[in-house]
């Protein structure tokens, strides 16, 4: 599970188009039924996010946190994902 999505950087005025965003590995999801805190990392693209061992391959680190639905169907991770896209950077991204 990954979004798609440009990665713009406001500092130097530069696009980079169709970015790989995926939740960190190690430390993606921290928290409890209160609140989840979530770190996703931007790639050039996926063979990039996946032979990513020391990360000299991210682009980009970010991180937010939501309130978990323990009612919903889907699990933490697909939350996770859904919330990451009503965010400014993710908005319009697409499930990959």
């Known amino acids: ?3 798609t999505k440009d990665l ?3 500092r130097f005025n530069l696009t980079i188009p ?3 965003w995926k939740l960190d590995s190690d430390k993606g999801i ?3 039924k209160q609140s989840l805190l979530c770190t996703m990392n931007c790639f050039k693209d996926k063979p990039a996010a996946d032979t ?3 990360g000299d391959l991210l682009y980009f680190v970010l991180q937010f946190s939501f309130n978990p639905d323990l009612q919903s169907a889907d699990n933490f991770f697909k939350q996770a994902y859904t919330y990451a896209k009503t965010l400014p950077e993710l908005t ?3 499930d990959v």
């Open 1 to 3: 599970m990954a979004i």
């Open 8 to 10: 713009y950087i406001s």
């Open 18 to 20: 169709a970015c790989y």
């Open 30 to 32: 921290l928290g409890g």
């Open 52 to 54: 990513n061992t020391n």
């Open 92 to 94: 319009g991204g697409i």
